[in-house]
């Protein structure tokens, strides 16, 4: 997996924790841009930028409209909008019809994310509740991107691998400690 520019990552139920695994895996210095949409009550404020960044001690923020997508940095879809990536790499905010009873919804970051960056675009999925992120990893893929499923026998909830699953083959069905080390092993190239 060569000439990767960014990660964009979906997880719902349990995802907190497998992020938390999956990003304490990675140097400090890891400088791949990683994009996540994690399922959210739209009724709130989110608070999972400061967590994360209290945490793991690097950057970590809440997406905004027009904000360009910067190396080393980790970004959140916030609660109440979709998240997409556009063409120049910057993110967008709308609020369309929920997908998979989910706004933000992970098929549409990653089907935009994979208009933007084809084959420089690595999609994890990761575990969760429902069928939402398998059609945007399908995308990703033949987008000429990479995709990861998380091993369905390890994810809190096999819904979402599994759903993924059965409409392609990605990549790399893996644990959490897998994807993690194939992550960290990965070489920022900037075009």
């Not at 809440?62 to 879809?77: H, L």
Request: glycine share 8%; charged share 20%; net charge negative.
């Amino acid at each position: 997996m060569n000439g990767i520019q960014a990660i964009t990552l979906g997880a719902s139920a349990g995802g907190v924790s497998a992020l938390l695994n999956l990003f304490h895996a990675l140097p400090l210095d890891f400088r791949i841009p990683l994009v996540c949409v994690l399922h959210l009550p739209d009724d709130r404020h989110s608070q999972l930028a400061e967590v994360f960044s209290r945490r793991l001690g690097r950057p970590v923020t809440e997406a905004r409209d027009k904000q360009e997508v910067a190396p080393g940095m980790i970004y959140f879809a916030g609660p109440g909008y979709h998240l997409s990536v556009e063409r120049d790499r910057s993110f967008s905010l709308s609020q369309e019809e929920r997908v998979y009873f989910s706004r933000p919804s992970i098929d549409i970051l990653f089907a935009s994310a994979a208009d933007a960056y084809g084959p420089a675009l690595l999609g994890v999925l990761l575990t969760g509740a429902n069928e939402d992120g398998a059609h945007g990893l399908a995308q990703i893929k033949q987008s000429g991107g990479y995709t990861i499923v998380q091993d369905p026998r390890e994810a809190q909830v096999a819904t979402m691998p599994n759903a993924a699953l059965a409409l392609h083959h990605p990549d790399y069905i893996l644990p959490l400690h897998g994807i993690g080390q194939l992550l960290a092993k990965l070489e920022f190239t900037e075009c």
